[in-house]
């Protein structure tokens, strides 16, 4: 099975440090997405834009974020999931609520997640962006266990892609203003940038 299109089980993490080794965070379990593209020549990965989403909408656990990002998502199952019908996104990362965390895309390429978007008057943010699915919704809280994965993360980014800072880690909301909401009310952005603000 190789490396880069094998698909392995997805892994919890805990207080463990990460590493971003070859545009992947190692020892995170890696599931190819064909969601993507190459970054244009020349752009450096200056940006992370933090998302949240369930499937269906306030379900979790349920599997069928991986199926999404994976173009194997079954929209007749569920009401609720016939709009994804031949959508075509993905995501760098991925947060479970319990801290399991996944990555579909390297983050060399971009990941098709922040759609038509714009952060301080660059548009396609997808070009130079990092972007981090957490499960959940806008209104119920974040897990703990989501909060101490995503802070070892970011450090990790941080370290790797010397272009992000800590004010350029934000929400789909701020590059998709009017359009987008997540990660929503409930998202403690304070806790996540005195958790890293030590970093830059």
Not at 9 to 23: C, G, I, R, Y
Not at 103 to 117: I, L, P, T
Request: glycine share 8%; net charge negative.
């Amino acid at each position: 099975m190789s490396p880069r299109s094998g698909q392995v089980e997805p892994v919890a993490l805990s207080e463990s440090k990460l590493q971003v080794v070859n545009h992947r965070m190692a020892n995170v379990a890696y599931t190819e997405s064909t969601n993507s593209d190459p970054r244009p020549m020349g752009v450096e990965i200056s940006l992370v834009v933090i998302h949240g989403i369930s499937l269906p909408p306030g379900r979790f656990g349920t599997g069928l974020v991986h199926q999404l990002f994976l173009n194997t998502l079954d929209p007749s199952t569920d009401e609720s999931l016939e709009s994804l019908d031949k959508v075509r996104v993905s995501a760098h990362l991925f947060i479970e609520r319990t801290g399991t965390m996944t990555q579909f895309v390297e983050f060399d390429r971009c990941a098709w997640h922040a759609g038509e978007s714009e952060f301080e008057g660059v548009s396609n943010c997808n070009d130079y962006s990092i972007g981090i699915e957490l499960e959940g919704t806008d209104d119920l809280q974040y897990a703990d266990a989501q909060y101490l994965v995503l802070t070892h993360a970011l450090e990790a980014l941080l370290r790797a892609y010397p272009r992000i800072t800590s004010s350029r880690i934000v929400g789909q909301s701020d590059v998709a203003p009017g359009r987008k909401t997540d990660p929503g009310s409930a998202f403690d952005w304070r806790r996540v940038r005195n958790s890293i603000g030590y970093c830059r």
